[in-house]
């Protein structure tokens, strides 16, 4: 299984950036899908996660400012930043936990990374 996330770039504060998130290879199933980020000199912390059945968990930070969304059919997950920060400045990862049999539990899988640099 592999995830490919695109999306980031360099954007002026307040403006606004679409992360995009494809998982490929031997899926059955995918549970929860999510965005991470990491800032430099700091841990990797929860941006957003939606659950298989649409339950969505935003880290209180970026609450009103992102949304998440994702693509059954696609195997995709989105994440919609508006009235972007500095302080959101890192490198962002998509998460997804995917089962790749009807016999196995989901795996966690981490795609590459893409960094969204906001400017002030």
């Known amino acids: 299984v592999q995830l490919q996330a695109s999306g980031g770039g360099l954007v002026q504060a307040g403006g606004s950036l679409r992360l995009s998130c494809v998982a490929s290879?031997?899926?059955?199933?995918?549970?929860?899908m999510g965005w991470y980020r990491r800032a430099p000199g700091k841990q990797r912390d929860l941006v957003a996660e939606?659950?298989?059945?649409?339950?969505?968990t935003y880290a209180d930070s970026v609450k009103g400012r992102v949304t998440i969304s994702r693509d059954h059919a696609k195997n995709m997950v989105y994440l919609q930043m508006n009235s972007l920060e500095p302080e959101d400045t890192a490198v962002y990862y998509c998460?997804?936990?995917?089962?790749?049999?009807?016999?196995?539990?989901?795996?966690?899988?981490w795609g590459q990374g893409t960094q969204v640099t906001v400017s002030s």
């Open positions: 998460k997804a936990a995917v089962a790749t049999s009807l016999y196995t539990s989901p795996n966690t899988y």
């Open positions: 290879g031997n899926i059955f199933r995918i549970k929860d």
């Open positions: 939606i659950t298989s059945t649409g339950a969505i």
